[in-house]
């Protein structure tokens, strides 16, 4: 009898023993898919959550018109996201050294993604190095390691839009030339490349292509100079920026030569200004504002896990008399 009672509960014991085991194995395969999938998917994107990230932020500079457009995207984006950025930017776009050591200053202090307009690509390229957090180029693009996306302007779409706006005004058979910023600069190019396409697609010779460095005493100089070679015969004159257009302007009236079409980059008030004075046409207005607005974003999107593009287009569009007192209000806006 006590045989047989042993044999039974020697059975028992084996029927829950092998039931446990089944159980813990259906326990940890489902417990082992969650997991996985909660890593795949993004944060959460409650306020605690996305209050802890933190974004670098380095301009080209903080000291002039068009960069306070971009910060003040930067910072709109920090309120309405409810993240923390950290936004800082060198004396002048030739303080080379002060942003390479913001740069080396800002990582090491920690923060979760960097948004970095360069001054020098390469350097700062080697100042970065092989960081593990996102990086994002804005308005100007770099070959970074770890960077994930640029946000700025097709520049070569946006001068084309400049070129056609000119070349419809001027007509089929005009004269027309190019004032370059920096030769070999990718920015100057793309926008070189724009003018160009408009212009061939268009029936219109381009006479001269000259560098004024972005300066408008220098590109008057050119400008001056370009007349004088080409016998006052030039109906379109197409910058890089506006100041550029500001100092074709200049060399184009105290050369007493009339009804030019003159297109500028940029979309700063100043050009917009010289727009509704009738000093330059036109300019090929980027939208900086949104620029900043959208690096921040992107960053932030990035750190939760979510897809980013790889080039975030932020548009362009060509202001005129037709609309530039409307714009310009728009640009005051954005620094209240």
């Not at 509960?9 to 996985?36: H, R």
């Not at 460095?213 to 050119?222: F, G, I, K, L, R």
Request: charged letters at 20%; a negative charge.
């Amino acid at each position: 009898m006590k045989k047989r009672i042993l044999s039974m509960m020697l059975i028992s014991a084996l029927l829950v023993s092998a039931t446990g085991c089944a159980g813990k194995k259906a326990d940890t395969t489902p417990a082992s898919s969650e997991a996985s999938t909660a890593a795949a998917a993004p944060a959460s994107t409650d306020a605690s959550t996305t209050g802890d990230i933190k974004v670098g932020v380095i301009l080209k500079t903080l000291s002039s018109e068009y960069w306070s457009y971009v910060a003040a995207g930067v910072n709109a984006a920090a309120k309405d996201l409810g993240v923390k950025v950290d936004l800082q930017g060198p004396a002048s776009e030739t303080s080379y050294d002060e942003q390479n050591n913001m740069i080396e200053t800002m990582l090491a202090g920690g923060i979760d993604a960097f948004v970095i307009s360069p001054l020098q690509s390469e350097s700062v390229a080697s100042v970065i190095g092989d960081v593990k957090i996102p990086i994002i180029t804005v308005d100007t693009d770099a070959e970074i390691p770890g960077k994930i996306a640029f946000v700025g302007t097709g520049n070569d779409k946006a001068a084309y839009q400049g070129g056609l706006y000119a070349a419809e005004k001027a007509g089929k058979g005009a004269k027309a030339v190019i004032i370059g910023g920096v030769e070999g600069n990718a920015t100057s190019d793309a926008r070189q490349a724009g003018y160009e396409r408009a212009m061939k697609e268009n029936g219109i010779d381009i006479v001269s292509v000259q560098y004024a460095q972005s300066n408008p005493d220098t590109a008057a100089n050119v400008m001056e100079n370009m007349i004088t070679a080409q016998s006052g015969n030039i109906q379109i004159v197409l910058c890089h920026n506006d100041d550029t257009a500001a100092g074709a302007a200049t060399a184009c009236k105290q050369s007493g030569l009339k009804d030019v079409v003159i297109v500028g980059f940029d979309g700063n008030q100043s050009g917009v200004q010289n727009i509704i004075d009738g000093t330059i046409s036109a300019t090929c207005a980027q939208s900086a504002y949104t620029m900043g607005y959208k690096a921040v974003e992107t960053a932030v999107k990035s750190v939760k896990g979510e897809t980013v593009k790889s080039f975030v287009d932020t548009g362009c569009e060509v202001i005129s008399s037709d609309n530039a007192k409307d714009y310009l209000e728009k640009l005051k806006g954005y620094l209240k």
